[in-house]
């Protein structure tokens, strides 16, 4: 399993914009096989910085989740909107082992 965590420096004023267009993202990347969740946090004390969780099965799911056009729409779409370029850090699982233990309870699935 691969989980990746993307930082996001939103432009200020286009923050309600950003979340928009990225729930529209995480919400159809739950319909991705090779995607275990897609989560949207926000820091409390920068609400323009807001923070992708996402989990995949492996490298392979994270690379066919950037050649859809939700992604690509998203991608599009929030560019002009974030302060800097985003920042992605990669991490390997520890625990849990299982992908049922990540896998997204949400009703978008």
Known sequence: MLVVHVHVRIR???????????????QASL??????RFD???DLSDPDH???V????DDEASAAHKLTPHYAT???A????????RESVRYSVVFPVS????ASDSPWQ
């Open 78 to 85: 929030v560019a002009d909107m974030m302060a800097e370029p």
């Open 31 to 36: 319909g991705e096989p090779g995607v275990l």
């Open 99 to 102: 992908s049922q233990g990540w």
């Open 40 to 42: 949207v946090i926000q």
């Open 74 to 76: 998203w991608r599009d």
């Open 50 to 52: 807001v923070v992708l």
């Open 12 to 26: 200020p004023g286009r923050t309600e914009d950003f979340l928009a267009a990225t729930l529209v993202n995480a």
């Open 54 to 57: 996402e989990v995949y099965r």
